[in-house]
């Protein structure tokens, strides 16, 4: 399979992952911004060597072709939105905002995500063994989206 393929099967598959989607539905990033940061981050692992930007930028999930330029900006963008909210956590975190109880619910999602990912690390190849794991995974999956889907609502309460 050529670069531009595997790479855009792996986004397609990434960007429409359930819990992909309510995360970044109410992250700082838009979807074109995470679409581009993951290119950024992750294309030249799957191809194996050093890419330009031009090239980068045709890997991009649009018909339309993307200037480098563009792909540049939009990378910048995401890159700053990354910032500000590590930035975010550092503040809150600095003023003694996560000593209180406000956050226990984005803690124990943050702890089923974890949980979520060493799931999908250890499935077994085959056999009743493979049947049970997937059952596991689909029920925090969708532990995960009930409680994602929760807390992206939030009321007067939270924070």
């Given at each position: 399979?050529?670069?531009?393929?595997?790479?855009?099967?792996?986004?397609?598959?990434?960007?429409?992952?359930?819990?992909?989607?309510?995360?970044?539905?109410?992250?700082?990033?838009?979807?074109?911004?995470?679409?581009?940061?993951?290119?950024?981050?992750?294309?030249e692992?799957i191809?194996?060597?050093?890419?330009?930007?031009?090239?980068?930028?045709?890997?991009?999930?649009t018909?339309?072709?993307?200037?480098r330029?563009?792909?540049n900006?939009?990378l910048?963008?995401?890159?700053?939105n990354?910032?500000?909210?590590?930035y975010t956590?550092?503040l809150?975190?600095?003023?003694?905002?996560f000593e209180?109880?406000?956050?226990?619910?984005?803690?124990?999602?943050?702890?089923?995500?974890?949980?979520?990912?060493e799931?999908?690390?250890?499935i077994p190849?085959?056999?009743e063994?493979?049947?049970?794991?997937l059952?596991?995974?689909?029920?925090i999956r969708q532990?995960?989206e009930t409680?994602?889907?929760?807390?992206?609502n939030?009321s007067?309460?939270?924070?």
């Amino acid at each position: 399979m050529k670069l531009k393929e595997s790479v855009q099967a792996w986004l397609n598959g990434a960007l429409n992952d359930p819990i992909v989607k309510i995360l970044s539905k109410n992250s700082q990033l838009t979807k074109t911004q995470l679409e581009t940061l993951l290119i950024d981050i992750l294309a030249e692992n799957i191809s194996g060597k050093q890419l330009k930007y031009d090239e980068k930028a045709m890997l991009r999930l649009t018909r339309a072709k993307i200037s480098r330029g563009s792909f540049n900006r939009t990378l910048k963008q995401s890159k700053e939105n990354v910032i500000k909210s590590i930035y975010t956590v550092l503040l809150l975190g600095y003023l003694g905002v996560f000593e209180t109880t406000t956050l226990d619910p984005y803690l124990e999602i943050a702890n089923k995500l974890h949980e979520y990912v060493e799931a999908h690390k250890d499935i077994p190849s085959k056999g009743e063994d493979l049947k049970d794991h997937l059952k596991v995974i689909e029920i925090i999956r969708q532990e995960l989206e009930t409680s994602l889907n929760r807390l992206s609502n939030p009321s007067e309460e939270t924070l």
